[in-house]
């Protein structure tokens, strides 16, 4: 008989060992030598690297409207922490040390949360991946170093009106599941973020441009049954452009999604479910083109 972990054996013992990981954060935040990025600014740096928007209410299936129109708020408070931070050379930027505890003394409401071994559930603070998410795109167009990301491993929605590759998201739990990067350049950045006209919008800012620009692309999606359960399957490269001659430097593969999908399977595109023949058969054509 397997032995449960601690955190297992009851909800309240979840909450301690939930409490335990924040305190330890805490102190391993204390110890560190990193420098965390602290400065705010009104004034904006006069280069925009990159600038993206994301819908903030989506038609989800199976979610209570209540919650997307929650998660509005909290990210409007979230807004209010990051909106303006620069991140000096050397410095960290730290997702939890810039908004804080998301608590329902902050002002936060309950909001869409990916709970441990139970899927979806709800939760003050909830839906604030999606701010996470959109400060992580803007790095990957960047020369910026990410330190720590954790990637959602499941398909938890079918797309609405999604508009980057599949899987550039990042999980974020207060707050020993973090997000961070660091400026590992010669110049000055700055993140902003706002709400306008239903759209969560941001821009990463510099002093001057720099030499590379950045695109993301997303090959080989498509669906797979294997035994009982679907999982969605592609690729995503970053590919580093020179700005002057506008030629390829190198490409990177950063992400091999092989995601569980995790909603209706009535809901994915019959054109993009690949049967084993046909990976097999694709899987020829490869070998034979390498020849």
């Given at each position: 008989?397997?032995?449960?972990?601690?955190?297992?054996?009851?909800?309240?013992?979840?909450?301690?060992?939930?409490k335990k990981e924040i305190l330890l954060r805490h102190i391993k935040n204390i110890l560190s030598?990193?420098?965390?990025?602290?400065?705010?600014?009104?004034?904006?740096?006069?280069?925009?690297?990159?600038?993206?928007?994301?819908?903030?209410?989506?038609?989800?299936?199976?979610?209570?409207?209540?919650?997307?129109?929650?998660?509005?708020?909290?990210?409007?408070?979230?807004?209010?922490?990051?909106?303006?931070?620069?991140?000096?050379?050397?410095?960290?930027?730290?997702?939890?040390?810039?908004?804080?505890?998301?608590?329902?003394?902050?002002?936060?409401?309950?909001?869409?949360?990916?709970?441990?071994?139970?899927?979806?559930?709800?939760?003050?603070?909830?839906?604030?991946?999606?701010?996470?998410?959109?400060?992580?795109?803007?790095?990957?167009?960047?020369?910026?170093?990410?330190?720590?990301?954790?990637?959602?491993?499941?398909?938890?929605?079918?797309?609405?009106?999604?508009?980057?590759?599949?899987?550039?998201?990042?999980?974020?739990?207060?707050?020993?599941?973090?997000?961070?990067?660091?400026?590992?350049?010669?110049?000055?950045?700055?993140?902003?973020?706002?709400?306008?006209?239903?759209?969560?919008?941001?821009?990463?800012?510099?002093?001057?441009?720099?030499?590379?620009?950045?695109?993301?692309?997303?090959?080989?999606?498509?669906?797979?049954?294997?035994?009982?359960?679907?999982?969605?399957?592609?690729?995503?490269?970053?590919?580093?452009?020179?700005?002057?001659?506008?030629?390829?430097?190198?490409?990177?593969?950063?992400?091999?999604?092989?995601?569980?999908?995790?909603?209706?399977?009535?809901?994915?595109?019959?054109?993009?479910?690949?049967?084993?023949?046909?990976?097999?058969?694709?899987?020829?054509?490869?070998?034979?083109?390498?020849?």
């Amino acid at each position: 008989m397997t032995r449960k972990l601690f955190c297992d054996i009851s909800p309240t013992t979840y909450k301690i060992s939930v409490k335990k990981e924040i305190l330890l954060r805490h102190i391993k935040n204390i110890l560190s030598s990193e420098k965390i990025a602290k400065t705010h600014s009104k004034k904006e740096l006069p280069n925009i690297v990159k600038s993206h928007s994301s819908i903030l209410i989506r038609k989800l299936h199976g979610v209570d409207l209540k919650l997307q129109e929650n998660k509005v708020t909290n990210i409007m408070l979230a807004c209010n922490k990051i909106n303006g931070i620069i991140v000096h050379p050397g410095e960290i930027f730290s997702y939890w040390s810039t908004v804080g505890p998301t608590g329902k003394k902050y002002g936060y409401k309950e909001g869409l949360v990916i709970g441990r071994k139970v899927g979806l559930t709800s939760g003050y603070g909830g839906g604030l991946c999606q701010m996470a998410n959109m400060i992580h795109w803007l790095v990957l167009n960047s020369p910026l170093d990410v330190t720590e990301l954790h990637h959602h491993s499941d398909a938890l929605f079918p797309d609405e009106r999604r508009t980057v590759p599949f899987g550039t998201g990042t999980s974020v739990c207060y707050n020993n599941l973090d997000y961070r990067f660091k400026n590992n350049t010669d110049q000055d950045v700055q993140i902003l973020v706002w709400c306008e006209n239903g759209e969560l919008c941001g821009e990463l800012r510099s002093e001057r441009e720099f030499p590379c620009r950045y695109k993301l692309i997303e090959e080989n999606h498509h669906f797979r049954k294997e035994g009982d359960k679907y999982f969605r399957i592609s690729q995503v490269y970053r590919i580093v452009i020179d700005r002057l001659t506008n030629e390829e430097i190198y490409r990177e593969l950063i992400l091999d999604n092989h995601s569980e999908v995790l909603y209706d399977y009535s809901l994915i595109p019959k054109d993009q479910i690949r049967d084993d023949e046909n990976v097999k058969k694709n899987k020829r054509s490869s070998r034979k083109k390498s020849k």
